[in-house]
């Protein structure tokens, strides 16, 4: 109904049980469905079966590919990648820890999963929008204010993958009973993201994630014209092997950044800036779109 009602992008599911299920016997009509069922677990219920799903609309998902499904046990992930619309959607669940019961979920066994889905983004050629989604049982961080995060291990593990791919996570209201935000929505698009909600359910104890977009498919007819870039530094490519850093931390080095707070965001600074960068950064490769 979620998704047929509002004829929505896609939706992400967490902690899916669907180990067993057939994929006729999950099927919903416009949408293709993608898993990362759990491995290696006895228990056909309860928060220990974990499992990721992704439903994708049609049309998108006629041009994407299952870049990534992943399980340890503990944590699963999986990743699709339209080629065309060069948009990268990830749904993630991690099991919540406890040791003492014998369900270990620290920071290596989310670490193995975010190693593997960095290792399935850096396949792809140039930089692709990335929305990832998902429960990631982390109650403690302070997603509004970071610098009250207790500093731990798998804090430290969520933030070294954010900073390495450029993420903003925007989810800032709790999406569980409890009062804890534990489902999150990365991206390194921020301006791809319009508006964020939380809506109760009485299916689950965590709160519908509801994001609204910018973004518009390929196929849509009201999209003709090549992909909008808002500064500079949007149309580079920093995740290229070609980005001579070097030379960028040299020349910027010799701009003085450090007189003043109001300096520092003069136009001319950031003129600067985006100069150097552009000279030294390989520009993003984006389809052309032929109108009609």
């Known amino acids: 109904m979620l998704l047929k009602d509002k004829n929505q992008l896609f939706i992400g599911l967490s902690e899916t049980w669907l180990k067993g299920h057939t994929?006729?016997?999950?099927?919903?009509?416009?949408?293709?469905?993608?898993?990362?069922?759990?491995?290696?677990?006895?228990?056909?219920?309860?928060?220990?079966?974990?499992?990721?799903?992704?439903?994708?609309?049609?049309?998108?998902?006629?041009?994407?590919?299952?870049?990534?499904?992943?399980?340890n046990g503990v944590v699963e992930a999986l990743a699709t990648y339209s080629h065309k619309e060069n948009l990268?959607?990830?749904?993630?669940?991690?099991?919540?820890?406890?040791?003492?019961?014998?369900?270990?979920?620290?920071?290596?066994?989310?670490?193995?999963?975010?190693?593997?889905?960095?290792?399935?983004i850096t396949i792809i050629e140039g930089t692709p929008d990335l929305v990832m989604c998902g429960d990631y049982n982390l109650p403690h961080a302070k997603w509004s204010n970071p610098a009250d995060t207790p500093i731990c291990r798998i804090h430290e593990t969520m933030k070294s993958f954010?900073?390495?791919?450029?993420?903003?996570?925007?989810?800032?209201?709790?999406?569980?009973?409890?009062?804890?935000?534990?489902?999150?929505?990365?991206?390194?698009?921020?301006?791809?993201?319009n508006d964020v909600s939380c809506h109760e359910t009485a299916m689950s104890d965590h709160h519908i994630v509801?994001?609204?977009?910018?973004?518009?498919?390929?196929?849509?007819?009201?999209?003709?014209?090549q992909r909008k870039f808002y500064n500079t530094f949007d149309t580079l490519n920093f995740f290229?092997?070609?980005v001579d850093w070097n030379q960028i931390k040299s020349e910027l080095n010799q701009v003085n950044?450090?007189?003043?707070?109001?300096?520092?965001?003069?136009?001319?600074?950031?003129?600067?800036?985006e100069s150097i960068?552009?000279?030294?950064?390989?520009?993003?490769?984006v389809a052309k779109v032929a109108g009609k």
């Open 23 to 71: 994929m006729a016997e999950l099927e919903i009509s416009g949408y293709k469905l993608y898993r990362a069922d759990r491995k290696g677990r006895k228990h056909t219920r309860g928060r220990y079966s974990g499992g990721a799903a992704l439903y994708l609309r049609s049309d998108i998902a006629a041009t994407s590919d299952q870049i990534l499904s992943f399980s």
């Open 88 to 120: 990268l959607i990830c749904v993630i669940y991690r099991q919540p820890n406890n040791s003492t019961g014998g369900h270990r979920s620290q920071a290596n066994e989310l670490n193995e999963a975010l190693e593997e889905l960095t290792k399935a």
């Open 162 to 193: 954010q900073d390495k791919h450029f993420l903003h996570q925007v989810v800032h209201k709790p999406t569980h009973r409890s009062g804890n935000t534990l489902d999150l929505v990365f991206t390194n698009n921020r301006s791809l993201i």
């Open 210 to 225: 509801e994001i609204t977009t910018h973004f518009k498919s390929h196929f849509a007819r009201t999209q003709r014209k």
């Open 240 to 242: 290229s092997d070609d």
């Open 257 to 273: 950044l450090q007189q003043s707070l109001i300096q520092l965001i003069n136009c001319t600074n950031l003129q600067n800036c």
């Open 277 to 285: 960068a552009a000279k030294h950064t390989p520009k993003k490769k």
